[in-house]
């Protein structure tokens, strides 16, 4: 079966409000879960995205096998109760669907089943009527172990009984604003992979290419190019808002795609916005701008520092850490991306992905595109006209302009023919290569402009010998930009003309 939930992480100082408000609801169960979760010595499973485990349920145990969907929040789930004792883990109750003929492959191949880590959880849930139908609402309070190791739970889980998701969507705002609860897309089967492994902190994800069928609708494109924001957008402010300083190893990163995630979504609304069938998302845009700017300082400093790093060690001078950078945690980030702003914008792309086609949502996507592009493609060149006599804040703009440009043509790239669309790209790439260049000396250098001390005075007068030398290739970048080749001429599979 499908599986539709969604976890919340519960701050530590609201768990016993949290619990109190889920026994007023009425009549509900508090439960012991103890589970053993298996892999093969490859970790074949974890990387297949499966999940297989035995769990003993109070008195009873039940094996089971879930499997990672396209959509975080939607998973397979096949669930086999057992008699036997004491239970012993077999692959082969879960034949017959296809997550369990892909398992067995597995394991046919790789070698056998080990334990690789547990979970030990008090659980208190209840079943809940809601207007659009019935959801289960749990919480879990315990931790994963592996080994030594421990990473304790303490989230709320929100599941579709039946009905429609919309259902859970609902209670789901009502317990956020309530509790200040933050949406997770980690499993715990993803968190105790890792703690078995080890490891404190993953790679930042990046972006993801988006694929459209030949003749796209335009809302096939709607929902490929939210499936693949959200794809970005969740991983990075997931690990951002745990917050933990232990697992700071790939912040910096993180902290880079998340905005960079953030300015794709905002990108993406922008790029839509007015089209048949595509909702208002005026408020979402303002919601992705504000909790983008509140990344933005932690941003600068982190670039700011990175950039002048070899030229203190050139210079053989060590300037005051804090004059470069903030403690970790101090920042705000987790702030910003649990807020209460940022947890609405992510239930609304929830409830846009959930959404069928409205009227309008059959017409063909790429006239619609290659309209949008030729347009954006035009206030470019004409902005980038004046580049001589812009200030900094100007030339930051134009920077932006080019970065939404550039995401907008990810968006509808599987449309054209991919040659045309390379060459156009990296015309579009070297512009805000050497633009954001420009913008990072800018950056340090304000970061630096009140500041009287030799080592200061040394950076300043190397990032002015940087700006300079920048303009020139900046120059020739954006010549070549408003010459490069239009992509939007030549549709895939149909000559120019």
């Not at 530590?12 to 169960?29: C, F, I, K, N």
């Not at 499993?187 to 930042?204: F, I």
């Not at 880079?256 to 408020?283: E, K, N, S, Y």
């Not at 619609?368 to 001589?388: I, N, P």
């Amino acid at each position: 079966m499908q599986e539709f939930e969604l976890k919340f992480q519960v701050p530590w100082p609201q768990r016993s409000a949290l619990e109190a408000a889920l026994r007023q609801r009425g009549a509900t169960r508090r439960v012991r879960l103890q589970a053993a979760y298996f892999d093969t010595p490859g970790r074949e499973l974890a990387q297949a995205g499966l999940a297989l485990r035995l769990r003993k349920e109070g008195r009873h145990w039940v094996q089971t096998l879930k499997a990672a969907e396209t959509d975080a929040w939607r998973r397979f789930e096949h669930d086999v109760r057992l008699r036997s004792m004491p239970p012993m883990v077999d692959p082969t109750r879960h034949a017959g669907t296809p997550p369990g003929d892909r398992l067995l492959a597995l394991v046919r191949r790789a070698g056998p089943l080990a334990e690789t880590y547990r979970t030990e959880v008090w659980r208190r849930a209840c079943r809940i009527e809601h207007r659009l139908g019935h959801v289960e609402l749990a919480f879990d309070l315990g931790e994963i172990r592996s080994g030594e190791r421990r990473w304790p739970v303490c989230e709320f889980e929100i599941e579709l009984l039946d009905g429609a998701p919309e259902a859970v969507l609902e209670v789901a705002e009502h317990w956020m604003a309530r509790f200040g609860l933050w949406l997770d897309i980690r499993s715990k089967a993803e968190r105790g992979d890792r703690l078995a492994q080890g490891l404190l902190s993953v790679p930042a994800t990046p972006a993801r290419a988006v694929t459209l069928p030949r003749r796209a609708t335009l809302a096939q494109a709607w929902q490929a190019v939210l499936a693949a924001t959200w794809a970005h957008v969740g991983p990075n402010v997931c690990e951002l808002a745990q917050d933990d300083p232990q697992a700071a190893q790939h912040r910096v990163e993180q902290v880079h795609q998340a905005r960079v995630a953030l300015r794709r979504l905002r990108t993406a609304l922008r790029f839509f916005d007015g089209w048949p069938g595509v909702p208002d998302t005026a408020a979402a845009q303002e919601a992705a701008r504000a909790v983008f700017a509140r990344l933005g300082l932690t941003r600068d400093r982190d670039v700011a520092a990175a950039l002048l790093a070899p030229v203190w060690a050139a210079a053989g001078v060590s300037p005051p850490e804090s004059a470069m950078r903030m403690p970790a945690g101090s920042d705000g980030v987790a702030e910003a991306l649990r807020s209460a702003e940022a947890q609405r914008l992510w239930l609304q792309l929830l409830r846009w992905r959930l959404a069928g086609p409205g009227p309008g949502g059959e017409l063909p996507f790429a006239p619609l595109a290659t309209k949008r592009l030729r347009s954006w493609h035009r206030a470019v060149v004409a902005q980038a006209a004046g580049f001589s006599a812009m200030d900094d804040a100007q030339r930051h703009a134009l920077r932006k302009r080019i970065k939404r440009l550039r995401y907008a043509v990810d968006f509808a790239a599987d449309l054209y023919e991919a040659g045309a669309v390379k060459g156009y790209r990296r015309a579009l790439a070297a512009a805000q290569d050497c633009l954001g260049q420009l913008h990072d000396a800018a950056i340090a250098g304000a970061r630096l402009a009140d500041v009287d001390a030799p080592w200061a005075w040394y950076a300043r007068g190397w990032l002015t010998a940087r700006r300079e030398a920048l303009w020139p290739v900046c120059q020739v970048s954006l010549a070549s930009l408003a010459e490069a080749p239009r992509f939007w001429k030549t549709l895939r599979g149909k000559r120019p003309g």
